[in-house]
């Protein structure tokens, strides 16, 4: 797939260390993230989820809307909802959940699940993004603008914290793409390259880019 699908495995974002002397703003979320993964208590949660995420990598091998692809992705879903029921605020499992939905062409219980997700995890950029692309897909441009908008502001806001990855800036270049389109998506990296040449990331979204169809892409979403 040109633009990966947002699988989110138990290992989660890397944290990057806080000088919590400093009074760093970021330390309540940086203690939140660290008490997620080491809270022995989740163990069978991460458990269900990387299942469901496993089940989901493997349905991409077969052709979409077959029934080995659609067996696997119930099977994951029923994962994804046992992990729910286990930990109902654990958001890595709703990003999942919704994606197996979108994927089983459910994309008004999709766009639900995201909203959920929200509530438990307020702008969480790929959740964000996410609804967007399921509103471009199923034909409502208003509220797709309104959501790749939104994911950019979030995605801007998550890379000023320690938890911030490579992944989330290649990420953001996509939803760029989105809202400013090729051309002027292709200028932007190439002049942020011309500045930075070894940055494997701009590398990469320059990549992207140059591939990138938006009809074809939406064809096969």
Known sequence: ???????VT???NQTKEVDKKQGNKFTNQVEAHTKLHTDRKNGDVFVLNDMAVKLMEQSLRYEKGSFDRDSLLNEALSYSNEALEKKAD?????LNKANILKELGKYDASIKTLEEL???????????FLMGLIYEK??????????YKSAL??????????????????????????????????IRINEQIKENPENSNLLIAKQIIERFNRAEYFKNF
């Open 1 to 7: 797939m040109l633009i990966m699908i947002f699988l």
């Open 10 to 12: 138990s290992c989660g």
């Open 90 to 94: 654990f958001y890595y499992a709703y």
């Open 118 to 128: 929200l509530k438990v995890k307020k702008d969480y950029p790929e959740a964000i």
């Open 138 to 147: 199923t034909g409502n441009m208003d509220k797709a603008k309104q959501k």
């Open 153 to 186: 502001k979030a995605y801007n806001n998550y890379l000023k914290t320690p938890m911030a990855t490579e992944q989330d800036k290649t990420n953001k270049d996509l939803v760029l793409l989105f809202i400013e389109g090729k051309e002027k998506s292709l």
